[in-house]
C-alpha cells in the first residue's frame, strides 16, 4: 500500500537541510505517515520534531504513537505548558522523587550559594499541589480560569528556581542534573536534547516560537539544529506565527534606553578598570567589556564627528502644523515625508526640509536602532554567561525602569539579514520598524512631540528560513500550492533564500505527484464519494427571499455589530448568497442529507444575524 512514509523517506536518507511541501487533500494520511517513518526510524541520528497550531493535534499524535505504535513514553516527549510540566512533576507518582530532588544536598547547597529564598519555593509547590487537587472538584469556569493563571504563575516560578540552579552549577553537577528524570518532567526539551531514547518533540507553534528552556538558554525553534521538523496544517500557521511575531515584547521607547545605557556605561561603570567583572568565562567577559566600548564609542561618534549633540539631547519638539509624519524601516527605508532635525538649545527640532544646520533624521534613527540592537545581544549574551551580572547590569543601566523588564521579556532579537532587491523582499527578510511622530498635546510645552517606535524584528518566512536552513523542515498542507496573497507564506521568497543560503528547497517530483494520485484513487474507490454541483438562484427567486433582502438592508443600516452598510453592498450581498444557499437546501431537497459544511467568509455578519435577538425578524424565522 502506498503511504506518505515513501514521500518522507525519500528527502530524509538525502540527509540534507531544507524545506519540502507535502501536498495533498485531508485525508489521504499525511499526518499517519509521520508516525510510520518515527515508528521505523530506529537507526536515524536526527531526531523529530511535530509543530502543530492545535493542542488537540499534539494529543492526538501523543496518544496514536504511545498507544498504536507502541513507541514508550522515553521516546516520545511532550512539550506542555509551564503549568502542565508542573502538575506532572508533582503527581502522586513523582510526588516523592520531586521533593527528594527539591530538598536534596546539591540542590540545597546552590540555592544556599545563590541565595535563593528555598521555604518560598517549598510553599509555592505546596500551592501547586492544593490547586490540583481542588481543580480536579471544581467544575465552575470562571473559577476554574481563574485558578488555571495562578497556577500557570506559581509554575514559571518553581522552573525559574530551578532555571536558576541548572543555568550554575558546575560542569559535574549539570551532567547529573540533566539527566534527572524531575528535571526532564520540568523540563520537557532537556529530556528530548539528553535522553537517547527520546525520538520524537511534539509542541504548539506558539511554544516553539516563544521559547523554551534546552538547560542553559532559552531557545527556539529558530534555534534548534540538524532535527526533521514537521509543521503540521502548514497553511494556518502563517497568520499564527504573525499574531505572535506582532504581540512579542520590544523596546518602546528606543531613545530613552540608549540614553540610559550610554550614561551608566560612559558616566559610571566603564572608568572602572575592571568591568564587569566574573569568574565564570573570563575570556568571554573580556569580550563584554569590548563590546560595551564599542557601542558606547559609536554612540559618541554622532556628536564628537558628526556634530549631533545625542544623547544629551534627546527631546524633540516642532512647530509644523502636520504632526502625521512617519517613518518606516525594513533595511531600507520609506519616509511618507521627509524629516529634518535641527538642534536648538533644547531639543531637537523637527522641520519638514532641509536647511542651514539641519541634518537628515533617519541619520539619528539609524544609529539608534543600531545600538538598540546592540545592547540587546549584549544583554542576552550576559544572561547565559552569569545570571548575577545580567541581573546587576540591567539595574546599573535602568534602575527602577520598565526598560529592564521589556529586555527580561524579548525573545525574539534583530537578527542579521543578507541584500535582498526588493522592499518586499527586505521586509520579509528583517521585518520593520515604525517611527511615527506623536503630539503629546502638553499645556506646559506645547511644542513637545515623541516620536513612537514600533517593530517586528522577524517574519514567518524568516522563522521558516531559519528552521530550514539548519534541519530539514516538511509542511503538511492540502492547499499549499494554491496561489494567494494574504494569509500565506512567500513560496517564491523562501525558495530563493534557502538557495542562496545552501539549503535546499526540494520541488514537487513526479514521484511525489504519482503518491499523491495513487493514494487519491484509494480514498476514491474507498469512499465511493460522488460530486456533484448545482448552483442557487439569486435569493430573490425563492418563496419569501425578497423579505430576507429587505431585512438583511434594515439590519446593516441600524445595527453597528453587523460590521455597517459599504457603500457597494458588498458585504449584504455575501450574506445574501448564504441565506439563498439555505434556501436552495431546503426547497430542493438537500435538507435530507444529514450534515452541510459551508465556507464563508462573511461569518461575523451571519453569526451576528443568529446570535442577536434584537435584531430578529420573528416573521422571518
Same mark, same amino acid.
Given at each position: 500500500?502506498?503511504?506518505?512514509?515513501?514521500?518522507?523517506?525519500?528527502?530524509?536518507?538525502?540527509?540534507?537541510?531544507?524545506?519540502?511541501?507535502?501536498?495533498?487533500?485531508?485525508?489521504?494520511?499525511?499526518?499517519?505517515?509521520?508516525?510510520?517513518?518515527?515508528?521505523?526510524?530506529?537507526?536515524?541520528?536526527?531526531?523529530?520534531?511535530?509543530?502543530?497550531?492545535?493542542?488537540?493535534?499534539?494529543?492526538?499524535?501523543?496518544?496514536?504513537?504511545?498507544?498504536?505504535?507502541?513507541?514508550?513514553?522515553?521516546?516520545?516527549?511532550?512539550?506542555?505548558?509551564?503549568?502542565?510540566?508542573?502538575?506532572?512533576?508533582?503527581?502522586?507518582?513523582?510526588?516523592?522523587?520531586?521533593?527528594?530532588?527539591?530538598?536534596?544536598?546539591?540542590?540545597?547547597?546552590?540555592?544556599?550559594? #545563590?541565595?535563593? !529564598?528555598?521555604?518560598?519555593?517549598?510553599?509555592?509547590?505546596? &500551592? @501547586? $499541589?492544593?490547586?490540583?487537587? %481542588?481543580? +480536579?472538584?471544581?467544575?465552575?469556569?470562571?473559577?476554574?480560569?481563574?485558578?488555571?493563571?495562578?497556577?500557570?504563575?506559581?509554575?514559571?516560578?518553581?522552573?525559574?528556581?530551578?532555571?536558576?540552579?541548572?543555568?550554575?552549577?558546575?560542569?559535574?553537577?549539570?551532567?547529573?542534573?540533566?539527566?534527572?528524570?524531575?528535571?526532564?518532567?520540568?523540563?520537557?526539551?532537556?529530556?528530548?536534547?539528553?535522553?537517547?531514547?527520546?525520538?520524537?518533540?511534539?509542541?504548539?507553534?506558539?511554544?516553539?516560537?516563544?521559547?523554551?528552556?534546552?538547560?542553559?538558554?532559552?531557545?527556539?525553534?529558530?534555534?534548534?539544529?540538524?532535527?526533521?521538523?514537521?509543521?503540521?496544517?502548514?497553511?494556518? #500557521?502563517?497568520? !499564527?506565527?504573525?499574531?505572535?511575531?506582532?504581540?512579542?515584547? &520590544? @523596546? $518602546?521607547?528606543?531613545?530613552? %534606553?540608549? +540614553?540610559?545605557?550610554?550614561?551608566?556605561?560612559?558616566?559610571?561603570?566603564?572608568?572602572?578598570?575592571?568591568?564587569?567583572?566574573?569568574?565564570?568565562?573570563?575570556?568571554?567577559?573580556?569580550?563584554?567589556?569590548?563590546?560595551?566600548?564599542?557601542?558606547?564609542?559609536?554612540?559618541?561618534?554622532?556628536?564628537?564627528?558628526?556634530?549631533?549633540?545625542?544623547?544629551?539631547?534627546?527631546?524633540?519638539?516642532?512647530?509644523?502644523?502636520?504632526?502625521?509624519?512617519?517613518?518606516?524601516?525594513?533595511?531600507?527605508?520609506?519616509?511618507?515625508?521627509?524629516?529634518?532635525?535641527?538642534?536648538?538649545?533644547?531639543?531637537?527640532?523637527?522641520?519638514?526640509?532641509?536647511?542651514?544646520?539641519?541634518?537628515?533624521?533617519?541619520?539619528?534613527?539609524?544609529?539608534?536602532?543600531?545600538?538598540?540592537?546592540?545592547?540587546?545581544?549584549?544583554?542576552?549574551?550576559?544572561?547565559?554567561?552569569?545570571?548575577?551580572?545580567?541581573?546587576?547590569?540591567?539595574?546599573?543601566?535602568?534602575?527602577?525602569?520598565?526598560?529592564?523588564?521589556?529586555?527580561?521579556?524579548?525573545?525574539?532579537?534583530?537578527?542579521?539579514?543578507?541584500?535582498?532587491?526588493?522592499?518586499?523582499?527586505?521586509?520579509?527578510?528583517?521585518?520593520?520598524?515604525?517611527?511615527?511622530?506623536?503630539?503629546?498635546?502638553?499645556?506646559?510645552?506645547?511644542?513637545?512631540?515623541?516620536?513612537?517606535?514600533?517593530?517586528?524584528?522577524?517574519?514567518?518566512?524568516?522563522?521558516?528560513?531559519?528552521?530550514?536552513?539548519?534541519?530539514?523542515?516538511?509542511?503538511?498542507?492540502?492547499?499549499?500550492?494554491?496561489?494567494?496573497?494574504?494569509?500565506?507564506?512567500?513560496?517564491?521568497?523562501?525558495?530563493?533564500?534557502?538557495?542562496?543560503?545552501?539549503?535546499?528547497?526540494?520541488?514537487?517530483?513526479?514521484?511525489?505527484?504519482?503518491?499523491?494520485?495513487?493514494?487519491?484513487?484509494?480514498?476514491?474507490?474507498?469512499?465511493?464519494?460522488?460530486?456533484?454541483?448545482?448552483?442557487?438562484?439569486?435569493?430573490?427567486?425563492?418563496?419569501?427571499?425578497?423579505?430576507?433582502?429587505?431585512?438583511?438592508?434594515?439590519?446593516?443600516?441600524?445595527?453597528?455589530?453587523?460590521?455597517?452598510?459599504?457603500?457597494?453592498?458588498?458585504?449584504?450581498?455575501?450574506?445574501?448568497?448564504?441565506?439563498?444557499?439555505?434556501?436552495?437546501?431546503?426547497?430542493?431537497?438537500?435538507?435530507?442529507?444529514?450534515?452541510?459544511?459551508?465556507?464563508?467568509?462573511?461569518?461575523?455578519?451571519?453569526?451576528?444575524?443568529?446570535?442577536?435577538?434584537?435584531?430578529?425578524?420573528?416573521?422571518?424565522?
Amino acid at each position: 500500500m502506498t503511504e506518505y512514509a515513501d514521500y518522507y523517506r525519500r528527502i530524509i536518507e538525502t540527509e540534507l537541510n531544507g524545506f519540502k511541501l507535502a501536498l495533498g487533500g485531508t485525508g489521504l494520511g499525511k499526518t499517519r505517515g509521520i508516525r510510520k517513518i518515527i515508528e521505523t526510524s530506529h537507526e536515524s541520528e536526527r531526531k523529530f520534531i511535530y509543530v502543530a497550531n492545535r493542542i488537540q493535534l499534539l494529543n492526538e499524535m501523543y496518544d496514536d504513537l504511545i498507544g498504536k505504535y507502541k513507541l514508550s513514553k522515553n521516546e516520545v516527549v511532550h512539550l506542555e505548558r509551564n503549568r502542565d510540566t508542573l502538575i506532572n512533576a508533582l503527581s502522586s507518582t513523582n510526588r516523592d522523587e520531586f521533593y527528594k530532588l527539591l530538598t536534596s544536598e546539591g540542590i540545597q547547597h546552590y540555592t544556599n550559594k #545563590l541565595g535563593l !529564598d528555598f521555604v518560598s519555593i517549598e510553599r509555592t509547590c505546596k &500551592q @501547586i $499541589e492544593h490547586i490540583v487537587d %481542588f481543580l +480536579e472538584t471544581e467544575n465552575d469556569f470562571e473559577i476554574t480560569q481563574m485558578m488555571d493563571s495562578n497556577l500557570e504563575r506559581l509554575a514559571r516560578d518553581v522552573k525559574n528556581f530551578f532555571k536558576l540552579i541548572l543555568r550554575n552549577v558546575v560542569d559535574s553537577d549539570y551532567k547529573i542534573l540533566v539527566k534527572n528524570p524531575i528535571i526532564q518532567i520540568i523540563f520537557p526539551y532537556i529530556a528530548f536534547k539528553y535522553n537517547d531514547e527520546a525520538k520524537v518533540l511534539l509542541l504548539t507553534i506558539h511554544k516553539g516560537f516563544l521559547g523554551f528552556f534546552d538547560g542553559k538558554y532559552n531557545i527556539n525553534l529558530t534555534r534548534v539544529k540538524k532535527n526533521i521538523i514537521f509543521l503540521d496544517e502548514f497553511d494556518f #500557521l502563517e497568520p !499564527d506565527l504573525l499574531q505572535l511575531i506582532c504581540n512579542a515584547p &520590544q @523596546i $518602546e521607547d528606543p531613545f530613552i %534606553f540608549v +540614553e540610559l545605557f550610554h550614561r551608566a556605561m560612559k558616566r559610571h561603570k566603564l572608568p572602572l578598570d575592571e568591568y564587569p567583572i566574573s569568574k565564570k568565562d573570563e575570556s568571554k567577559i573580556t569580550q563584554i567589556r569590548e563590546r560595551l566600548i564599542d557601542i558606547v564609542e559609536k554612540i559618541d561618534e554622532l556628536s564628537e564627528r558628526d556634530g549631533i549633540d545625542f544623547p544629551t539631547i534627546n527631546q524633540f519638539t516642532t512647530i509644523i502644523d502636520d504632526k502625521q509624519a512617519a517613518i518606516f524601516q525594513t533595511s531600507r527605508t520609506i519616509v511618507k515625508k521627509p524629516l529634518f532635525l535641527r538642534e536648538t538649545s533644547r531639543s531637537f527640532e523637527i522641520i519638514p526640509e532641509n536647511v542651514a544646520d539641519s541634518f537628515n533624521a533617519m541619520h539619528l534613527f539609524n544609529l539608534v536602532n543600531w545600538a538598540t540592537a546592540q545592547i540587546l545581544f549584549l544583554f542576552k549574551d550576559i544572561e547565559s554567561i552569569d545570571q548575577t551580572i545580567y541581573t546587576e547590569m540591567l539595574n546599573h543601566c535602568f534602575p527602577q525602569s520598565y526598560l529592564a523588564d521589556q529586555v527580561r521579556r524579548i525573545a525574539q532579537l534583530p537578527q542579521s539579514y543578507r541584500e535582498q532587491y526588493t522592499r518586499f523582499g527586505a521586509l520579509l527578510d528583517s521585518g520593520f520598524g515604525l517611527y511615527e511622530i506623536q503630539d503629546l498635546q502638553q499645556v506646559t510645552d506645547q511644542d513637545e512631540v515623541k516620536f513612537r517606535h514600533y517593530a517586528i524584528h522577524t517574519t514567518p518566512e524568516k522563522v521558516i528560513l531559519s528552521m530550514a536552513t539548519n534541519n530539514l523542515v516538511f509542511g503538511l498542507s492540502a492547499t499549499a500550492d494554491i496561489p494567494r496573497f494574504v494569509k500565506h507564506f512567500n513560496e517564491a521568497w523562501l525558495k530563493r533564500q534557502l538557495r542562496d543560503n545552501d539549503a535546499n528547497f526540494f520541488e514537487i517530483t513526479q514521484d511525489d505527484d504519482n503518491i499523491i494520485q495513487r493514494l487519491n484513487h484509494e480514498k476514491i474507490e474507498k469512499r465511493k464519494n460522488k460530486v456533484t454541483v448545482s448552483l442557487a438562484k439569486d435569493i430573490s427567486e425563492y418563496n419569501d427571499g425578497q423579505k430576507f433582502i429587505d431585512y438583511i438592508k434594515t439590519v446593516a443600516e441600524h445595527f453597528a455589530g453587523f460590521g455597517k452598510d459599504d457603500p457597494g453592498g458588498y458585504r449584504r450581498s455575501r450574506v445574501e448568497k448564504f441565506f439563498a444557499l439555505l434556501f436552495e437546501i431546503v426547497q430542493s431537497g438537500m435538507k435530507n442529507y444529514e450534515t452541510h459544511l459551508l465556507f464563508y467568509t462573511t461569518f461575523s455578519q451571519i453569526e451576528f444575524i443568529f446570535s442577536q435577538p434584537k435584531a430578529h425578524d420573528k416573521n422571518l424565522w
